[in-house]
């Protein structure tokens, strides 16, 4: 999957929404987590978006188990109908790498990921995380929560600072005080922006419904 202009994902935890997605969403983010039988479901999928698999857990902001995710995320990262996998930098330590793996074995695109829901770090810890998932995966992405506006300006700056040096990164500030960076980000060299069809399915704090983020890039390039 080609990350080298900004796509918009439409964040899903039921396949059957892609067709709503289409008229704004350039690619699906399928919430496996959310979803009650999600590899039947991909292996039912039928539609025209691109697809990003991330079964995300428990202890980082999703709802899936440890047992049997990564060997799910693993089958997800090998079907034909998916172009791109979300794994966490945390999971890489243990078996996550098998995801990593198997999505390297079909050349599926590797995002590796990491979310702070609790407050935004240092800046030299943010550009050291940053760093470490660009090296890990295909795209780097990094989600922290800004508490005031320093927080938002020090993630603009580790985005500037990474896509600047070729780096293909994906990050977002969550919480108020961080939402005009998920359409300011792009500015900066941010190439993913996630948001859900309908502002009342958001699967992170602060997102834009994906018809609204879509205008705000836009009239914002």
Not at 27 to 33: G, K, N, S
Not at 44 to 69: F, K, M, Q
Not at 118 to 133: I, M, V
Not at 148 to 160: N, Y
Request: net charge negative.
């Amino acid at each position: 999957m080609d990350f080298s202009d900004f796509v918009l994902a439409a964040s899903v935890s039921d396949l059957a929404d892609e067709a709503a997605a289409r008229e704004q969403a350039d690619a699906v983010e399928f919430r496996m987590d959310l979803a009650s039988d999600p590899l039947e479901a991909l292996d039912d999928y039928d539609g025209e978006l691109p697809l990003i698999a991330t079964n995300r857990p428990e202890w980082e902001g999703g709802e899936a188990e440890d047992s049997g995710r990564i060997d799910a995320l693993s089958e997800a990262a090998r079907m034909d109908c998916v172009d791109a996998v979300d794994i966490e930098l945390a999971a890489l330590t243990d078996d996550g790498a098998e995801a990593l793996a198997a999505a390297r074995s079909t050349e599926t695109t590797t995002i590796v990921s990491a979310h702070d829901f609790e407050g935004t770090p240092e800046l030299s810890d943010l550009a050291e995380t940053l760093g470490e998932a660009c090296s890990l995966g295909d795209v780097g992405k990094l989600a922290v929560t800004a508490e005031d506006r320093g927080d938002a300006l020090d993630l603009l700056r580790v985005t500037h600072e990474y896509s600047a040096a070729g780096m293909t990164v994906a990050t977002m500030a969550m919480g108020e005080a961080g939402r005009h960076t998920r359409a300011v980000a792009p500015l900066y060299g941010s190439r993913i922006g996630y948001a859900p069809v309908d502002a009342a399915d958001a699967t992170a704090p602060g997102q834009y419904d994906a018809a609204t983020l879509r205008e705000l890039v836009a009239d914002l390039q």
